[in-house]
């Protein structure tokens, strides 16, 4: 017992420090995903069309931010390992690159958006369990609701950059803070503006638009300011953009890398796109009880998110500095922690399962259907969250190539083949197609385990 203890359980000071790092994380995205359902309840006030017209061009735009966020996480490994063996000018170097693939990024995508942004909606309008619905209304608020928040890809892509590097550095309270302004923002104008209070227009789904890109023009607007006018806490942002130096090694470990993980990130994120597409031929009831269950699981899973970002951190500055042995112990008691408390939250979650539904404006089929879709996603939680934090731990010592294997490739062949099957070519309830996918990811826990035991992971990166 007392060595199961001393493998798997940390001391007061461990937890401490864990606590320390995560709460911030934990508040900052808890704020974000409770407006986000706040958002979703607002904008499903207006009706069951202009919800689903929301959820699918968020479905499209979270395509682009996890093509953003896998760039900027090949650069992240390294900016972690660079802070724990102290080189101030090589964190300097991997913000550059996070910057020069951010603006290529963001370009690209906005341009994609513009001339392909309809016939992307379409492909989740466009079949015969929608036929009695008036598609046209659907594709023209979610053609709305584009135009405007496209002006909020390149704030969010400057806040991306900025925040990670600080959290690279240990710092997670000022993104927090930022991150929380901008929330209360964005929480005040989508009333104003979707509802038209107190003389504000009312513009419905161009209101939740415009109050996103507000909050994150003055998230960018704070990030940036706090990173820059506290350059003795932070020496990596002296003289940043003197010059957009970057050393040919850094360059070519980033590429080998940071594109597979870029991929994978993309990869995944068009592979959630194409079963979140798979549910929505069973109809526009599932699309929007879909949306509730999404947007509801975010909120519950801000731990298992915090919990990615200090593996990330902790184990990445240990490997950083040489400390092999400790980045190993150090990631086992952050996976038993995260896997024992989303045990408990799995459970929360069946038990408020039949409530959340309840607070939308929706029909009761749309109502009943998410539930069933949150008690599945409940039960299955503790399966997720241990391969969500086996995946930053992976990744943390480079093995990118690996973590393309395990989490990608899995999805495009496991995951996206058995939705599209379930929901095209058999019969089998919507629930239960639900049911099947989201355990699927036993499989996924089976390979992360012996994966994680082997330690070959732990690599350092910047002492070559």
Known sequence: MNKFIRRYIGDKNFYRMLIALIVPLVIQQGITNFVSLLDNVMVGG??????????????????????????????????????????YEGMKQSFRIKMIFGIVATALGIGIFILWGEDLSLLFLDNEANKDIDITVTLNYAKDYLRVMLWGLFPFMIVQSYSSTLREAGETVAPMIASVISIVVNLCFNYLLIFGKFGFPELGVVGAAIATVMARFVECIIVVLYAHCNSKKFPFMKGLYKSFYISGSLVKSFLITGIPLMLNEFFWSLGSTAINQSYSTRGLDVVAA???????????????????????????????????????????????????????????????????????????????????????????????????????????????????????????????????????????????????????????????????????????????
């Open 46 to 87: 207006l009706g069951t069309e202009p919800m689903s017209a929301v959820a699918i061009m968020n479905q499209l735009i979270f395509v682009f931010n996890l093509l953003l966020f896998g760039g900027l996480s090949g650069a992240s490994i390294f900016g972690a390992q660079f802070f724990g063996k102290g080189d």
């Open 290 to 464: 879909m949306n509730i269950n999404t947007t509801a699981w975010n909120l519950f899973c801000v731990i298992m998110f915090a919990m990615g970002n200090a593996v990330s951190i902790l184990v990445g500055q240990r490997l950083g500095s040489g400390d092999i042995e400790g980045a190993k112990d150090v990631d086992r008691k952050l996976i038993f922690f995260n896997f024992v408390m989303h045990i408990a939250i799995g459970l929360l979650i069946i038990v408020l399962a039949p409530f959340v539904p309840l607070i939308y404006k929706v029909e009761p089929e749309v109502q009943q259907l998410a539930t069933n879709f949150l008690i599945i996603a409940g039960a299955s939680l503790p399966i997720h969250s241990y391969v969500h934090v086996a995946y930053f731990t992976i990744r943390s010592g480079g093995k990118t190539v690996i973590t393309f294997l395990f989490d990608c490739v899995y999805m495009w062949v496991i995951t996206v083949t058995l939705s599209s099957i379930l929901c095209r070519l058999t019969g089998l309830p919507i629930i239960a197609c639900y049911a099947i996918v989201q355990f699927s990811d036993i499989i996924k826990l089976c390979i992360a385990m012996p994966m994680l035991k082997s330690g070959f992971w732990a690599k350092n990166i910047v002492n070559k």
